[in-house]
């Protein structure tokens, strides 16, 4: 078997199992948030878009939660998960973004209230890996958690309700600004402030493969063993 074939079948076997596995996670992260109410659930966001997330009350629950599962880079000087600007009637209270790259590009998460301040986190911005994000919003504070863990707290809270942006900022005066590169696999947005243990619980759903997953990838990894048998065998004829 020639190298070149060797390799287009490894890389098409890649493609197939990565493919499979971010399907089998969106649909467990999907039934493990089911027992959490979200307000919202929206997946497969390839490009920046605009949608109605319904109204929420930092009153409610705790607070306000809004959890992302993205992988996607950079598209500016500011790129957002989630966002709603300025216009009137475009969010249920102060216009904020929820930041994949606080501005200008800084690399850090942040929140940002349009028109009054930016506020980095400390932790850096993960680009171009299935990445969970979730921003707490408990009236008093926002906190940070990524791929299960609290990764930092920062002393502001805010609302971000009705039309708004996904993947981008949204207002009805300007249209779409801050996007971001690269697709939201899932978001769903809570009426209350979500504990630690159920955020982890959400993250391992998403990466914790099923059996069916497992018995996947079993297979494919045995297949590219076969194939570098038979191509050692080959090379000793």
């Known amino acids: 078997m020639r190298k070149t074939t060797l390799c287009r079948l490894a890389f098409i076997l890649a493609l197939?199992?990565?493919?499979?596995?971010?399907?089998?996670?969106?649909?467990d992260w999907?039934?493990?948030?089911?027992?959490?109410?979200?307000?919202?659930?929206?997946?497969?966001?390839?490009?920046?878009?605009?949608d109605d997330?319904?109204?929420?009350?930092?009153?409610?629950?705790?607070?306000?939660?809004?959890?992302?599962?993205?992988?996607a880079d950079v598209g500016g000087v500011s790129s957002a998960l989630m966002g709603a600007g300025y216009a009137p009637g475009n969010v249920g209270s102060d216009p904020g973004g929820l930041k994949l790259d606080q501005c200008c590009n800084t690399g850090k998460f942040g929140v940002t209230l349009f028109g009054?301040?930016?506020?980095?986190?400390?932790?850096?911005?993960?680009?171009?890996?299935d990445t969970q994000a979730v921003f707490v919003m408990n009236g008093t504070g926002a906190e940070l958690y990524?791929?299960?863990?609290l990764a930092d707290t920062v002393n502001s809270s805010f609302l971000i309700s009705g039309s708004v942006g996904i993947g981008q900022a949204y207002d009805n005066s300007t249209g779409g600004f801050d996007q971001l590169n690269g697709a939201i696999l899932g978001v769903a947005v809570y009426d209350s402030a979500l504990t630690a243990a159920t955020i982890r619980n959400h993250y391992n759903a998403f990466v914790v493969p099923e059996p069916s997953a497992l018995i996947l990838v079993s297979s494919g990894l045995g297949g590219l063993a076969m194939i570098r048998r038979a191509r050692r065998l080959e090379n000793e004829r």
């Open 16 to 27: 197939a199992l990565a493919s499979s596995a971010n399907a089998d996670g969106i649909a």
């Open 53 to 71: 997330i319904g109204n929420y009350s930092l009153a409610t629950g705790g607070g306000v939660t809004y959890e992302f599962i993205y992988n």
């Open 146 to 149: 990524v791929n299960g863990v």
């Open 30 to 50: 999907l039934n493990a948030i089911q027992t959490s109410n979200p307000g919202y659930v929206k997946t497969q966001i390839l490009t920046p878009t605009v």
């Open 116 to 129: 009054a301040y930016d506020v980095n986190f400390a932790t850096d911005s993960i680009f171009g890996v």
